[in-house]
């Protein structure tokens, strides 16, 4: 951009942000007049007004804070000029009131997936290896190797093998009312949809958490294989399959590994079998998140991200929106979104839970903005949280999810999680997502293996800078070179061609995979 130009949110706002990419320097006069006190970075605020001390700061048209200092027209406005507002409170919000005009259903859009006997679909066609505890992460992970060098070439309909390695299992109070969060979390992250209903499990012996415990709807265990027989091909709905590391049967390490890698050729072989057939769009249960925000997120990516939510709930389709910590501050936004008061009241209530889990560690919800937030221009977690919310598009609130619970229904979805990318992530997964969409304005190379991530650039830089890395440049939003709706629709139709399995995201295609981090509240012992 030659000419300097800032972007206003809403007509009320008394702040802008400098879209000019480097930022601009002191001195630079705007077309309307409006004259720089300071050097302003890319993203970052300028005073449309003169604000005296304790001055209502605005953007949104929402209180984002209050001037420390008298500050000029043109002057920078940062986390240092401004103090956060109190947390909204949680009484007397408004309940299911805004009732959205209803939206057209939108018809005729298939994609490509793996049809699950539970009534399912998958993106995806995975082996999942379980684990119960993270004493067997590294035996599970030699195993994962060969059995992706020596088994997965017999087998061309399968997608990948993986480890779902955690830091769980043992060494907790696994009795503690909390603890209940990471063992659903882990159990339904076995039963995601892209892992096609194979349920096989690696297991120590001594933890904790056995492996009947943490899949205790499945059958009896199996006993186990005698080496050097050929296991049978039981039926996807057999009994769980465990292998133990203690057995007595296990004599060395390439026992074990032995071990799992026999197993995991039965689970290959069904998963082989499977072909993808045409299924509507309303089978997709897409999770959205955003990592390393800047202020453009809620200008680019995240409105875009919004619409596209608004074309799949239109189509019947399942939406998850998360982090509480990032909607927080707009709670009676998502109220009065709410189809019911009982969806209202269910947000509030995990809103009130995370606030005295925060309290607990002597911590609130300002603890949330990173530096890197901070560099890309969002002050606190206040203005965070208006441009995160905007993800979620415009239609009704139908359902909310308490951390590591599975989804049940269709619409848009409120998933309480933590804001960090991981753990949301793995909560999402364990929800049932078959498909991510990942916002980001400071970049992030985030990726899951056990589901595609499609990564969204909020600035044109960033894409040009990471263009093997992002997937979407919705910065081309600030650029005026496409609109929210022009990106929502190329968001929609990327996301069909990369369920379908036509398309790779960069994050597949070099393999680029997070660790699953499980959501533990309660204590370590």
């Not at 159990?187 to 001594?206: D, K």
Request: with cysteine; net charge negative; charged share 20%.
């Amino acid at each position: 951009m030659s000419s300097p130009l800032y972007i206003r949110m809403h007509a009320a706002d008394n702040v802008a942000i400098v879209a000019n990419d480097g930022g601009l320097p002191a001195g630079t006069v705007f077309p309307d007049g409006l004259r720089l006190v300071d050097n302003i970075p890319q993203g970052h605020k300028v005073a449309l007004e003169d604000l005296a001390e304790g001055a209502v700061v605005r953007r949104y048209n929402v209180v984002i804070g209050y001037a420390l200092q008298a500050l000029p027209r043109g002057s920078w406005i940062n986390e240092r000029t401004l103090r956060m507002p109190a947390a909204p409170e949680l009484e007397g919000l408004p309940m299911a009131t805004v009732k959205p005009p209803a939206l057209a259903p939108l018809t005729g859009h298939t994609f490509e997936g793996y049809r699950n006997a539970d009534g399912s679909v998958g993106t995806r066609n995975i082996l999942a290896i379980t684990t119960t505890v993270q004493c067997v992460a590294g035996v599970v992970d030699t195993a994962v190797q060969r059995i992706k060098s020596e088994l997965l070439p017999r087998y061309p309909n399968v997608d990948d093998v993986v480890g779902l390695e955690h830091s769980y299992g043992c060494g907790v109070a696994i009795d503690a009312p909390d603890a209940i969060i990471p063992i659903r979390t882990l159990r339904n992250i076995s039963r995601n949809p892209n892992f096609g209903g194979e349920v096989m499990v690696v297991s120590l012996g001594c933890e904790k958490l056995q492996p009947e415990r943490l899949l205790p709807a499945e059958a009896p265990l199996l006993p186990m294989q005698r080496l050097g027989t050929a296991p049978a091909l039981p039926a996807a709905d057999s009994a769980l399959d465990v292998v133990c590391l203690q057995a007595e049967e296990h004599v060395g390490f390439m026992s074990m590994i032995d071990s799992i890698v026999r197993q995991a050729d039965v689970h290959l072989q069904r998963l082989n079998q499977r072909r993808r057939e045409t299924v509507p769009v309303s089978e997709l249960v897409v999770g959205v998140q955003c990592g390393g925000s800047d202020a453009f997120s809620g200008v680019t990516a995240n409105p875009a991200v919004g619409y596209a939510t608004d074309l799949l709930v239109r189509a019947g389709a399942s939406v998850m929106f998360s982090e509480v910590t990032e909607v927080r501050d707009g709670i009676d936004q998502l109220t009065s979104r709410a189809s019911t008061p009982e969806v209202a009241q269910a947000m509030i209530d995990q809103m009130a839970w995370y606030d005295a889990y925060l309290a607990r560690g002597l911590a609130d919800r300002s603890a949330n903005t990173t530096p890197g937030n901070k560099k890309g221009g969002l002050s606190n977690i206040v203005e965070k949280a208006m441009g995160s919310i905007v993800k979620s598009g415009s239609t009704p609130i139908t359902g909310v999810l308490a951390p590591g619970e599975k989804l049940k229904e269709k619409g848009l979805i409120y998933a309480a999680t933590p804001a960090s990318d991981f753990i949301c992530g793995t909560l999402q997964l364990a929800a049932g997502m078959n498909l991510h969409i990942f916002t980001t304005g400071r970049g992030t190379p985030y990726g899951l293996a056990a589901c595609p991530v499609i990564k969204v650039a909020t600035r044109s830089d960033l894409a040009r800078r990471w263009h093997d890395l992002m997937d979407v440049n919705a910065g081309r939003i600030a650029d005026g070179d496409a609109t929210i709706e022009d990106m929502g629709w190329e968001l929609f139709h990327l996301m069909i061609e990369i369920a379908s399995g036509r398309k790779k995201t960069w994050a597949e295609h070099w393999k680029l995979h997070n660790s699953l981090v499980l959501f533990n509240p309660a204590p370590v012992t």
